[in-house]
Structures are given as structure tokens and as C-alpha cells.
């Protein structure tokens, strides 16, 4: 890695929301395409990259369920959906030349290798990709979980959580302008004042493990990389 870089290997947390670019739903392939190119650049500073990608550009499983579906059966297909953009992801990558591979939780093997610790663990060792598909596996759980729950079993140094803003905020930036921005915030204050970095499970699992998470723009072109050699704008949560 560059001599600025701190961090050997991250997970990087993106919504399925941010794979649809404009559009009202599922894929938008030209927006997976210029994510793939941030993730390239950092891949190609030596940093050994995880992902984590949501479904809610596809199902969430809490919609489904209010409108009169089973829950369990509602978050199983959440749980797909983001394997369906766990596919997407890689084969973009894939095009730039990185070797990726998909890990689901929900095993299905014609698809995707089934979650074996170390074997994903070997995978980073040898600078490919890892997209842990399929959330936890469990219902009732999110992606941001996942996410967290994959940076601790990868030990991981920090989560990116790329979003649509530069970091977090004490109140909604598209609403207020006098919003101000954290540059550094506890866990336990986000908790308490219920900032909506990630849901308060995968907080608390970061929380208790002393796993940072780095709030980042993803539509700051360059975003990812820069932060990780040493600039950029962003939260802190620790
Ligand atoms: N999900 C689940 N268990 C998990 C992860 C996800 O049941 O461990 C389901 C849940 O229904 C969720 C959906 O998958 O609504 C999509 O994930 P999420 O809402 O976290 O996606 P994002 O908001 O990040 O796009």
C-alpha cells in the first residue's frame, strides 16, 4: 500500500439504493459501473477490499410485510435481491480487470461460494474482492448488520459507509442549511441521538468491538481513494 495509506483492508458498505443512479428502481448499470472504478482505485493502492451492497433498490423485507406478507418470507427476498446486486458489482469489477468473488450467506452454489471464514479470508490475502451477499443470512437483520458482522470476522480496520452525503450530520443537510457536519462522533452518540448512520444493532456491534466507521460521499468522484491516502471530507464514528 502507499505509504500514506493506514488501513490494509476495509469493508466497504453501500445501499442498494446507490446502485440506481437516477432511476426509481433496481440497476442502474452505468452507476455500477462508476462505483466499480472507485473501488478499482483503491484496489489498485493495495488495500485489501470487502463489500457489503443492500437490496433496497429491489425489496426491503419491512415493505413487503406491510403490506400484508409473512416477515421472514419478506426479508428472505430482501436477502436475495442482494445477491442479485452482489452479481452486478462483479461483474463490473470483473470488467476492469479484478478478480472478485461473491460470498452468500443463503448457500446457493451455482451462484455464489457459500461463507467459509477462511476461505474469504484468502480470497483478501490474494487482493480479490469479497461481496458478502445474502445480509446475515438471518431475517430480522439488515445489511449495515452484515456489513459490521463481515468487517469483525475479516478483521477488518474500518467500515466505509458510502452515502449520498459527506459524512453525518446533526440534522438533514437537504433540509437545513444550517446543518453542521461531524468530523469526528461516539457510537453512543449516534445512538442517543439517533443520527441514522446504520441501524442501532450494527452500532452496537461496531460499538463493542472498537470498529470504526469512515461516513463518506460516493458521489465525490475520487471520494474513496482520497480518504484512504490520507484526505477528504467525512465523519469519523468511534
Ligand atoms: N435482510 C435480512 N437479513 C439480513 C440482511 C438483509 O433479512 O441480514 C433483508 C431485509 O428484508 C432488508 C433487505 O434484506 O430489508 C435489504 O437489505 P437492506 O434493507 O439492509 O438494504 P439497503 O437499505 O442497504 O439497500
Redesign the pocket.
Known amino acids: 500500500p502507499d505509504k500514506a495509506t493506514t488501513y490494509s483492508r476495509v469493508m466497504l458498505k453501500i445501499?442498494?439504493?446507490a446502485l440506481m443512479g437516477d432511476t426509481a428502481f433496481g440497476l442502474h448499470p452505468p452507476t455500477v459501473q462508476r462505483i466499480a472504478k472507485e473501488v478499482q482505485t483503491v484496489h489498485q493502492m493495495g488495500v485489501e477490499i470487502c463489500m457489503v451492497i443492500?437490496?433496497?433498490?429491489i425489496?426491503?423485507?419491512?415493505q413487503g410485510s406491510a403490506q400484508g406478507m409473512e416477515r421472514t418470507t419478506?426479508?428472505?427476498m430482501?436477502?436475495l435481491?442482494?445477491v442479485m446486486n452482489a452479481l452486478a458489482m462483479q461483474s463490473a469489477l470483473e470488467e476492469l480487470g479484478i478478480h472478485t468473488r461473491v460470498i452468500s450467506?443463503i448457500t446457493m452454489n451455482e451462484v455464489a461460494e457459500p461463507y467459509i471464514r477462511r476461505r474469504a479470508v484468502r480470497h483478501l490475502e490474494k487482493k480479490r474482492v469479497c461481496i458478502f451477499a445474502a445480509?446475515?443470512?438471518?431475517?430480522?437483520?439488515?445489511?449495515?448488520?452484515?456489513a459490521t458482522l463481515r468487517a469483525n470476522e475479516m478483521a477488518c480496520e474500518a467500515i466505509f459507509k458510502g452515502t449520498k452525503v459527506d459524512g453525518v450530520y446533526d440534522k438533514d443537510p437537504a433540509k437545513h442549511a444550517d446543518a453542521k457536519r461531524y468530523d469526528r462522533v461516539s457510537y453512543d452518540e449516534v445512538l442517543a441521538q439517533h443520527l441514522g448512520v446504520m441501524d442501532a444493532s450494527a452500532i452496537a456491534l461496531a460499538r463493542d468491538n472498537h470498529l470504526p466507521i469512515i461516513v463518506f460521499s460516493l458521489d465525490e468522484p475520487g471520494g474513496f481513494k482520497g480518504i484512504l491516502a490520507g484526505d477528504g471530507t467525512y465523519t469519523i464514528v468511534h
Not at 443492500?54 to 433498490?57: F, I, P, T, V
Not at 425489496?59 to 419491512?62: E, I, P, S, T
Not at 445480509?135 to 452484515?146: K, R, S, V
Open positions: 445501499s442498494g439504493e443492500g437490496g433496497g433498490n425489496f426491503r423485507g419491512l419478506a426479508d428472505y430482501g436477502m435481491a442482494t450467506a445480509g446475515t443470512g438471518n431475517p430480522y437483520f439488515t445489511t449495515d448488520t452484515a
